[in-house]
């Protein structure tokens, strides 16, 4: 199963998401390349555009993280934070809607 976790307050602290769907083998799995390819196309978007963030990716432990660095960023550079971040999180939250067996996707807010 992969494991999404979604760290908020009034903005997305954080998105780390681990583990294998196991919807099929790995490298054939459609549940895992499409989270892959969410996740590494908001990553690709934040390093475009020159977002302060922090982008980990571990293929060992089939790990990655998306940690925003908000208090460096311009205002510009908040606003499209937020967009690719929520759409990431909406996308992955319709993936774990659809294919619940497979994926669990958690959010936790901070006070």
Known sequence: M???????????KQIE????AGFAQKGEDIVCAGISSLSFAAGMALERYKIPAEIKQDVKQTAFAIIPKW?????EQTLRTETILQS????????????QKYVKLDTVRRC
């Open 2 to 12: 992969t494991k999404i976790l979604v760290v908020r307050d009034e903005t997305i």
């Open 71 to 75: 208090s460096e960023m311009t205002e």
């Open 17 to 20: 998401i681990t583990g294998h």
């Open 88 to 99: 990431l999180v909406w996308a992955l939250e319709d993936l774990a809607d659809s294919y």
